[in-house]
């Protein structure tokens, strides 16, 4: 039976900021919610994250998660005594505590099953994730003893030739919990930082005779900590990398692949070609052979098959089926709903809005609350009056209706099947099917009335 406990308390003094680092986001998500993903798959009875620089706001924003148990560690004194705090919750259970650290994200399920999995085969006391690493600034070296762990040693406390060590102590740890807080109470604070830090546990228990090992990770860019922001870009782009090929290997193309960003849940279908700089963002499912221009951000919305958005288009919280285009310049808000074919032009904004098969709106309109069926025609310049400044009312278009140009619809009200509505007009009443509706300034025209001014300008010069 496993245990997780996760080390988040820490202030990221680093990082220099006011958001504790955990949350700092990596390729779109906060750098935790990586790790709560790779140690879900442990399937651990319990997991603990240790709070305490900003703990409220870790804890608030780890709200999804009520599984989760929280300790608090005030003041912040090390790693191990960030452990030590979940003793009232794990001392005197038996089996294998997990020890992650909050800012390290790119650990895999995979080695994270290996870890608990070799730990248990050799019994041992403690087993620690390592890695070989080209620059190992600031990582703890793994001093070995043979095939055994003799210390590890902080980069800061390290002599000149244990900083040439290149085996690097990754922060990840599975403990053997019987001897582990008795163990934990021995780590003095007698470095650099006068910190009680737990990699100083392997120390104690070689001294004590007990079983340390060390397995190194195949990929050492899983090992990799945030402790600062350039870090965090870096992160980042090596996550959004990886994103983009998955995608073209799944047979999209994407014409600048440095410029697309995806966040983790985003699929595409194949033959789509997205343009350069392009977010694809949230729970955002495209379709196969879409075209998405450039400066385009789409967020947790549904684009069906054959769908094409011209460039610079905000879409959020949208559906949009089959072939339907959208923009350039269009705002599709939360609840619009594009029908097969359906296109939506430059400057047009929908909200709450069902917009049905075949119908258009190219430009220029504001359609909120709106039902449109299809085949309808939106004229430039059409508003939906849906706000009457304290609630919100409804305006349904029906089947094959004409909207001329420049009108204005107050809702509630109700335009029917196959009705026009002439250009330039205020329509406050329902419209019936196969009615015009017409509501604006009849006009007069005036014969003769240009020459006529211009006449009276002279005799008024001369006298
Ligand atoms: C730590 C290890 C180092 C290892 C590196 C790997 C120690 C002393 N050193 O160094 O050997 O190579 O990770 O990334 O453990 N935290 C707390 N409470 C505290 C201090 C830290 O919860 O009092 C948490 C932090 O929020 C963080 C994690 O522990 O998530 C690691 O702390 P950090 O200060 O980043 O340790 P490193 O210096 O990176
Ligand atoms: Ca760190």
Redesign the pocket.
Same mark, same amino acid.
């Given at each position: 039976m496993c245990h997780v406990l996760i080390? !988040?308390?820490?202030?990221?003094t680093r990082m220099k900021s006011a958001l504790p680092?955990?949350l700092h986001r990596v390729a779109g998500a906060p750098m935790i919610d990586y790790v709560l993903a790779a140690s879900a798959s442990l399937g651990a009875a319990t997991t603990t994250v240790?709070v305490?620089?900003q703990a409220d706001a870790l804890r608030a924003a780890l709200g999804a998660h009520p599984d989760l148990r929280f300790v608090l560690?005030e003041p912040?004194?090390?790693? !191990?005594?960030?452990v030590r705090q979940a003793a009232p919750l794990l001392a005197g259970l038996g089996g294998t505590l997990v020890v992650l650290?909050?800012?390290?994200p790119l650990l895999s399920p995979d080695t994270l099953r290996t870890l608990v999995a070799r730990h248990e085969e050799a019994r041992a006391a403690a087993t620690l994730l390592t890695a070989v690493v080209d620059d190992p600034t600031?990582?703890?070296r793994v001093l070995r003893d043979g095939a055994e762990v003799a210390a590890?040693v902080?980069?800061r406390d390290a002599s000149p030739a244990e900083r040439a060590v290149r085996e690097?102590?990754?922060?990840i740890y599975a403990f053997d919990l019987g001897p582990l807080f008795p163990a934990l109470d021995e780590i003095a604070s007698d470095n650099s930082q006068q910190?009680y830090?737990?990699?100083d546990l392997v120390g104690i228990y070689r001294r004590a005779g007990r079983r340390v090992i060390a397995i190194p990770v195949e990929r050492a860019e899983e090992?990799l900590?945030i402790?600062t922001r350039a870090e965090l870009a870096a992160m980042s782009a090596r996550v959004w990398q990886q994103r983009r090929e998955a995608l073209m290997a799944s047979g999209v193309t994407l014409e600048d692949p440095a410029t697309t960003y995806l966040d983790a849940g985003v699929s595409v279908g194949p033959d789509s070609v997205i343009h350069p700089g392009v977010h694809l963002l949230g729970r955002t499912r495209i379709g196969a052979r879409a075209v998405i221009h450039g400066g385009v951000r789409i967020v947790d919305s549904e684009l069906s098959d054959d769908v094409k958005v011209l460039d610079h288009c905000v879409i959020v919280g949208a559906r949009v089926a089959d072939g339907a285009s959208v923009g350039p310049f269009a705002h599709l808000r939360p609840g619009s709903d594009l029908g097969a074919g359906s296109r939506v032009g430059n400057f047009v904004e929908l909200k709450k809005t069902h917009l049905g098969a075949g119908s258009k709106a190219s430009h220029l309109a504001y359609l909120g609350d709106a039902t449109i069926g299809e085949q309808v025609n939106i004229g430039a310049g059409t508003i939906t009056c849906n706000y009457d400044g304290e609630r919100k009312h409804p305006t349904i278009i029906e089947d094959g209706v004409f909207i001329g140009s420049d009108s204005q619809l107050v809702a509630p009200v109700r335009i029917g099947r196959g009705a026009y509505v002439a250009a330039g007009s205020s329509i406050t009443k329902d419209v019936p099917e196969g009615a015009l509706g017409i509501a604006r300034g009849r006009q007069e025209n005036k014969e003769g009335w240009a020459r006529l001014k211009k006449l009276k300008q002279m005799t008024e010069k001369k006298s």
């Open positions: 080390l !988040a308390a820490g202030k990221g680092k955990v240790v305490g620089h560690q912040q004194l090390g790693t !191990a005594h960030a650290s909050g800012d390290v600031g990582y703890g590890i902080e980069h690097i102590n990754a922060g910190e830090y737990l990699p090992t900590g402790n």
